[in-house]
């Protein structure tokens, strides 16, 4: 699916694995795997070292746990998306702690449904 905007374009493809495990596969054309409910952070980011360890510690010095991370990049340019399932929302305070980084191109944080169990 791609949505055209006047401020940008955004496109997103999803898949399912098995009959049950519904994946988004790919955001803006970074190739992922992430699992589309509770609560999602997704960061665009500079592909660089330390992207990761940085992001995650915002979120273990708030007490929040990571249930699931996944991450794609492109190389030219040298650009990443970091996508995070959490296990509480996250709270202004760390969104802004990232959006800070100066790596950091653009935070979005969102909530989805729980996935239908069989």
């Known amino acids: 699916v791609e949505v055209r905007t006047d401020k940008c374009t955004r496109s997103i493809a ?12 790919s955001l803006d054309g970074f190739a992922m795997e992430m699992i589309p409910q509770g609560h999602v952070v997704i ?6 070292p330390g992207v990761i360890g940085a992001v995650g510690a915002v979120f273990g ?8 991370m996944t991450f794609g990049r492109k190389t030219d340019p ?6 995070l399932n959490l296990d ?3 709270a202004e305070k760390q969104l802004e702690q990232i ?5 950091i191109g653009e935070v979005y944080s969102f909530d ?7």
């Open 78 to 83: 040298a650009a990443a998306v970091l996508v």
């Open 88 to 90: 509480t929302a996250p």
């Open 14 to 25: 999803g898949t399912v694995f098995g009959r049950n495990m519904p994946r988004v596969v």
């Open 112 to 118: 989805l449904p729980p996935l239908p169990v069989e």
């Open 99 to 103: 959006r800070a980084m100066e790596f």
């Open 43 to 48: 960061c665009f980011n500079d592909d660089r």
């Open 61 to 68: 010095s708030a007490c929040v746990n990571i249930a699931h």
